[in-house]
């Protein structure tokens, strides 16, 4: 098992980070977190491989730290959940299952939690659209649909206990921020001194952006905004600690390299449209022949900086008059304005 890290929060409270291995080579952390009203965790992982297993014997070896022998998985009272992603609600089903806890999420990742099902065979058919027009050719985009399809299938329609709305955006000592961006409905979750951030900040690479044209909420302007709204809302906060990667002890500073490598993303956008290109050409360009799932990511992510651009008009779409009168898939050229 990888160590589990203990903090403690200005007013004593006891907080774990406890690391699951979500996918080969991707750790997340689940967080448990010793309230007032008893222990709540914080994200569950992914449910894949042995993430279940260690998901528990982390959160038992955590409980064990602070009540001895008697922790039992009973003790804990919630799951709440910073965001919709497989990679931090997979566990939802064993640990609630297991101790009866109560779920709480976002009401604009609701949906997701709910109709899993659902959400996926509308997502799949919106991004088969969607590579079509970013210049996917149809063996790539049949091989990204069956990447997408098989990590969505680690997961199954669950119940909602609550969403935060319902609770004024608070649950005993929690208070949660929306922050769309990186997903519709994610927020960061503040408990005394420390900020609970999700995927919204981490500390070594930029958080994944996808375009709102795909699902709304989402988007480069959404998350830049987030981020404002983060930077004000985090006044006191002593560390953040993330889904994944480091501790985060200068939350204003990241905020601001995160701000500023966007800034610079925008920048290379816009120089590479000096004559009509594709989504996926961009894509290549900016990351390189990548492979596997995070082909996807990176046609994702050209794709948020290109939809803010073209959202603002500085991207025009230069062979617009073909798409009169026509359902057939075809590749967008955008060109700067
Ligand atoms: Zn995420
Ligand atoms: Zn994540």
């Given at each position: ?126 991004l088969?659209?969607y590579l079509?027009?970013a ?9 990204l649909?069956?990447?997408y ?59 994944h952006q996808s375009p709102?044209e795909l699902m709304?909420?989402t988007g ?59 989504i996926?050409?961009?894509a290549?360009?900016?990351f ?5 799932y995070n082909a996807l990511l990176a046609i994702e992510e050209a794709g948020a900086h290109v939809e ?30």
């Amino acid at each position: 098992m990888k160590e589990i890290r203990g903090f403690e929060t200005s007013l004593g409270a006891h907080v774990y980070q406890i690391p699951v291995e979500a996918f080969p080579g991707l750790w997340s952390y689940a967080y448990l977190v010793e309230s007032g009203n008893g222990f709540v965790l914080i994200d569950s992982g992914s449910g894949f491989g042995d993430a279940n297993q260690e998901l528990v014997e982390g959160i038992f070896a955590a409980g064990n730290k602070i009540l001895g022998e008697d922790f039992s998985l009973i003790d804990l009272s919630h799951v709440i959940i910073t965001h919709g992603h497989i990679d931090h609600i997979g566990g939802l089903g064993e640990i609630v299952s297991r101790s009866g806890a109560l779920v709480g999420v976002h009401e604009l990742d609701r949906h997701t939690l709910v109709n899993y099902e659902e959400r996926r065979a509308v997502l799949s058919r919106k991004l088969r659209k969607y590579l079509s027009e970013a210049g996917v050719d149809d063996e790539n985009k049949e091989n990204l649909l069956g990447l997408y399809q098989f990590t969505k299938q680690l997961f199954h329609s669950i119940n909602v206990d609550f969403c935060y709305e319902d609770l004024g955006m608070q649950l005993g000592e929690f208070k949660f921020l929306h922050v769309p961006g990186h997903c519709p409905g994610h927020v960061v979750i503040r408990f005394h001194d420390i900020l609970f951030c999700g995927d919204h900040i981490l500390s070594d690479i930029t958080p994944h952006q996808s375009p709102e044209e795909l699902m709304p909420f989402t988007g480069l302007d959404h998350y830049l905004k987030s981020l404002d709204a983060v930077e004000k809302w985090s006044y006191g906060v002593r560390i953040a600690l993330c889904g994944h990667k480091q501790v985060i002890t200068d939350l204003t500073a990241r905020i601001a390299e995160i701000r500023a490598a966007h800034i610079i993303r925008l920048e290379q956008v816009w120089d590479f449209f000096s004559y009509p290109q594709s989504i996926f050409t961009l894509a290549q360009t900016l990351f390189g022949s990548v492979n596997g799932y995070n082909a996807l990511l990176a046609i994702e992510e050209a794709g948020a900086h290109v939809e803010y651009l073209y959202q603002r008009g500085n991207l025009v779409i230069e062979n617009y008059d073909q798409l009169d009168n026509s359902d057939e898939p075809m590749t967008f050229l955008y060109k700067r304005q």
